[in-house]
C-alpha cells in the first residue's frame, strides 16, 4: 500500500497539493499509520542524539518530525467535513484514538521533554529570533499542558480521556449533520409558497427534480434552503414546522447528542483538573489574549448590558409592527425573520431580495479577487492542474503582483451537498513554512453553503452570504499571506481570541460603494448596484442589532458556563441550557436546546473561546476605523496591517503585533460606537476586556 498509495508518495500537483484524483477511503488509515511509525522514529533520533539539545536538533526537529502524519490527517478531517461519508466517519472512530495516542506518546516523553526542558531552561542565553522564540514557549508550554509534569498513573488517565475525547467531537458533528439531512420539507400545492422568492422556489424544485418528483418542491436544513422559509414563507405552519426542525437538530431523536454533550463537558473538565486547573475554561484561557475567565465575563457582561434592553426595544418594534399587519400577537420565534424583513423594508424602503440578483457568484468572486488585488496587491488565477475532491470546487494559484511571487495555493468550495457539514470555515491542507527540508507556500480551502445554482439562473446570493464570503476569505488571505520559517506558527495559528480579526475586519468593505463597484451588477441587465440601495442597505446596517447582540453574547455565555460549572451537577442538557439562558431569552425555549447542535464548542475549537466572535469584532472595529480615516484601500495603512498582522502569525503575541500596527491598544468601546449603541464622541483607547 506504501508505493501506491497518494498520501504517502511525493505529490506530482503543483506545489505539492493533494492529489484528489488518487486518494480513495482506504488510503487513509494505511497513510496515518505510516506517518505515525515514520514519526515515532524521527523522535526515537531526537532523544538517541549524543549532542546537546539546541534549537535546532530538538525543537526543530519536533516540529518537523510529523509531516507525512500531518499531511494525511489533514486531508482526512478536511474531507470528513467537506465530503464526509459513513466509510469516512467509521474511519474517524479508528484514526482519532490512533492520532490522539501517538500525540499522548509525544507529550507524555520523559525523555523527549527532558531535550526540550534543557533548551528552555537555557533560553535567555540563546540568540533567538521573536519567532524562535515564541515557538520555543509555545512548545514548552505543549508539553506541559500536555501532561509532562504529571506521574505515571495520572499520565495513563489522561491518555484514556484524550482518546476518548478524540472521537467524540467527530460523532457529535455527524450527529448534528445525519439529524438534518434526514428532514425534508416537501410542498405539492404551489399556493403554499406565497411569499417565498422565486429563486428560492426554482432551487426547492430542482431539489425535487433530483429526487425524482416533478410535482413538488423541496425545502432541507441547508440554510441556503431553510433561510427563504423562515424569512418569506406567508403560510405562518410552514414556518413554524421547518424553524422547529432547525432548532432541534441532534435532540430528541435517534441522533440525539445530549448524552454526548454531558460525557464531553465531563471528560474536559477532568481533564483540566488533572492538569491541576480549576476547570476547562481556566485551562483554554490560559493561552488566549483574555487571560482569565473573570476577563471574558466582564467582557461579555458589558456587552449583554448594551445589547439587552436594545434586543427588548427590538422584540417590541417587531411586535408592535406584527400587530398592526394583523400577525400574531405574540409573536414567537419563527415570526422573527419573517416580520424583521417586513418591518425592514417598511422602514428602509428595500427587501434583501432586492439586493441579492445584484450578487451573481461568479461575479462575486471576481470582484472580491479585485477587492484583494486593490487592497494588498494579490492575484487570483484558475488552474485545473489541480485535481479537487468534488466537481464544484476549483482551485487558483495565488500571486503577489509586485513581484509575480507566488504566494500560494486556493481552493473554493461553495454548495450544499450530502455529507458536508453545515456552516463555512476556512481551512489549510498544509500551512506555510518549513515542510519537506523548504520553506513552501501554504495550500488554503474556504468551504461554503450557498445558494446554488437553478436551471435558468446563476448562484445569487444573499448579503449574509456576501459578507460570509469576505469573512472567510479574510482567513484565506491570512494564511496565504503569512512569511514565517515554521508551519506552527504560520497564519491563523494565532490565540484564538486574535483569529477572527483578519475574518471580520473584511466584512466592513462589504458595505462600502468603492467596494460593492467593484462587482455588484445586476445578473442580468449589468447595471451597476443602484447608489440608493446601497444607502439603504447601511441605513438597516444597525437593524435589529440588539437582537443579533444579545444572541452572539448569550451562546458566548453559554459556553463558558459549560465550561466553568461542576459536570457532576448537570443532569440534563435542555434543562442546564434553560437555566444559564433564561437571563437572555426573549422567548421560551420551544425546541431543542441550542447545545446538542452546537458543533462550534463540541465538536470545533471554540470551547471556553465563543467569545472571541465578540472579543475580535472590538479589534475589527477599531482596525477598520482606520482605513475609514486613511482610506479604503490606502496603501500604507494596508502594508502595515499586511506586514504586522497578517505576513506574522502566530509568531509574536497578537497584543505586540496589533499594538505596532495600530500604534496603541484597541478601543474598547469601537464596537458599540459601530453598533449605535453608544454616543459616537465617546472615546477611550486602552486595553480590550
Same mark, same amino acid.
Given at each position: ?404 511571487? $507566488? +504566494? &500560494? ?12 457539514? !453545515?456552516? =463555512? @470555515?476556512? *481551512? /489549510? ?113 444597525? $437593524? +435589529? &442589532? ?12 453559554? !459556553?463558558? =458556563? @459549560?465550561? *466553568? /460549572? ?124
Amino acid at each position: 500500500m506504501t508505493n501506491t498509495n497518494p498520501l504517502l508518495t511525493p505529490s506530482d500537483v503543483p506545489n505539492m497539493a493533494p492529489a484528489f484524483d488518487k486518494i480513495r477511503e482506504e488510503h487513509f488509515l494505511p497513510a496515518v499509520e505510516a506517518g505515525i511509525e515514520e514519526a515515532r522514529k524521527n523522535i526515537a533520533a531526537i532523544k538517541a542524539n549524543k549532542d546537546a539539545p539546541t534549537f535546532e536538533n530538538t525543537i526543530v526537529a519536533l516540529e518537523t518530525a510529523s509531516e507525512t502524519l500531518g499531511a494525511a490527517s489533514g486531508v482526512f478531517y478536511n474531507m470528513l467535513s467537506a465530503n464526509g461519508t459513513d466509510g469516512l466517519q467509521a474511519l474517524s472512530d479508528k484514526i482519532g484514538p490512533l492520532s490522539a495516542n501517538f500525540s499522548s506518546d509525544v507529550s507524555l516523553d520523559p525523555d523527549l521533554f527532558a531535550r526540550v526542558k534543557a533548551v528552555w531552561d537555557q533560553r535567555d542565553t540563546l540568540s533567538l529570533t521573536p519567532e524562535q522564540s515564541r515557538m520555543l514557549d509555545e512548545t514548552y508550554k505543549g508539553f506541559v499542558r500536555g501532561g509532562a509534569l504529571l506521574n505515571d498513573a495520572d499520565k495513563a488517565k489522561l491518555r484514556e480521556m484524550n482518546e476518548r475525547l478524540s472521537t467524540m467531537g467527530p460523532a457529535f458533528s455527524n450527529n448534528v449533520k445525519k439529524s438534518a439531512e434526514k428532514f425534508e420539507l416537501w410542498i405539492t400545492d404551489e399556493s403554499d409558497l406565497s411569499g417565498i422568492p422565486d429563486g428560492a422556489r426554482a432551487v426547492a424544485r430542482q431539489m425535487a427534480e433530483e429526487k425524482g418528483r416533478n410535482d413538488a418542491w423541496l425545502f432541507t436544513l441547508d440554510f441556503p434552503s431553510y433561510l427563504p422559509v423562515v424569512q418569506y414563507a406567508d403560510k405562518r405552519s410552514l414556518r413554524e414546522k421547518i424553524w422547529r426542525a432547525f432548532a432541534s437538530r441532534a435532540y430528541g431523536d435517534e441522533f440525539d447528542n445530549s448524552q454526548m454533550v454531558l460525557d464531553i463537558v465531563t471528560l474536559r473538565d477532568a481533564r483540566a483538573k488533572l492538569l491541576g486547573y480549576n476547570d476547562h475554561a481556566a485551562y483554554v484561557l490560559e493561552q488566549r489574549m483574555a487571560r482569565t475567565e473573570d476577563e471574558v465575563r466582564a467582557f461579555l457582561t458589558k456587552l449583554k448590558n448594551a445589547y439587552k434592553p436594545a434586543a427588548e426595544k427590538d422584540l417590541k418594534m417587531l411586535q408592535d409592527f406584527a400587530r398592526k399587519a394583523g400577525g400574531p400577537d405574540p409573536i414567537q420565534p419563527w415570526d422573527v425573520a419573517y416580520y424583521g424583513e417586513k418591518l425592514k423594508q417598511d422602514l428602509f424602503k428595500f427587501s434583501s431580495e432586492d439586493l441579492r440578483p445584484y450578487f451573481p457568484l461568479d461575479n462575486v468572486l471576481k470582484g472580491v479577487f479585485q477587492h484583494f488585488t486593490k487592497l494588498f496587491n494579490l492575484r487570483f488565477v484558475a488552474n485545473d492542474k489541480y485535481p479537487v475532491w468534488h466537481p464544484d470546487v476549483t482551485a487558483y494559484d495565488v500571486f503577489d503582483n509586485d513581484s509575480n511571487k $507566488f +504566494m &500560494g495555493t486556493f481552493y473554493a468550495d461553495f454548495f450544499p451537498r450530502t455529507g458536508k457539514k !453545515d456552516g =463555512a @470555515w476556512m *481551512t /489549510a491542507f498544509r500551512d506555510q513554512g518549513l515542510y519537506r527540508g523548504e520553506v513552501r507556500r501554504p495550500v488554503i480551502a474556504i468551504v461554503c453553503n450557498f445558494t446554488k445554482p437553478a436551471k435558468d439562473q446563476p448562484s445569487l446570493l444573499t448579503f449574509d452570504e456576501l459578507l460570509t464570503l469576505f469573512h472567510e476569505m479574510g482567513h484565506a488571505i491570512h494564511g496565504m499571506l503569512s512569511d514565517v520559517t515554521y508551519m506552527s506558527m504560520a497564519g491563523t495559528n494565532v490565540l484564538w481570541d486574535f483569529v477572527e480579526l483578519p475574518s471580520q475586519v473584511q466584512e466592513n468593505w462589504a458595505y462600502t460603494s468603492e467596494t460593492l463597484d467593484l462587482f455588484a451588477a445586476h445578473y442580468k441587465t449589468g447595471e451597476k448596484i443602484p447608489a440608493d440601495l446601497v444607502k439603504k442597505l447601511n441605513d438597516a446596517k444597525n $437593524f +435589529m &442589532g440588539g437582537w443579533a447582540g444579545l444572541r452572539q453574547v448569550s451562546f458566548a455565555l453559554l !459556553d463558558m =458556563a @459549560w465550561h *466553568t /460549572a461542576n459536570p457532576s451537577t448537570i443532569k440534563d442538557t435542555a434543562t442546564f441550557e434553560d437555566s444559564v439562558m433564561k437571563d437572555m431569552s426573549l422567548f421560551p425555549r420551544l425546541a431543542g436546546p441550542q447545545s446538542t447542535a452546537f458543533s462550534h464548542l463540541f465538536a470545533g475549537g471554540y470551547s471556553a473561546g465563543y467569545y472571541s466572535y465578540k472579543w475580535a469584532e472590538v479589534l475589527d472595529a477599531d482596525t477598520f476605523a482606520l482605513f475609514e480615516e486613511k482610506g479604503l484601500y490606502d496603501q500604507e495603512t494596508a502594508k502595515a496591517y499586511k506586514a504586522e498582522i497578517l505576513s506574522r502569525g502566530g509568531s509574536e503575541h497578537p497584543q505586540v503585533l496589533y499594538v505596532r500596527f495600530r500604534g496603541r491598544d484597541a478601543d474598547p468601546d469601537a464596537l458599540l460606537r459601530r453598533e449605535g449603541l453608544l454616543d459616537p464622541a465617546q472615546t477611550s483607547p486602552g486595553q480590550v476586556a
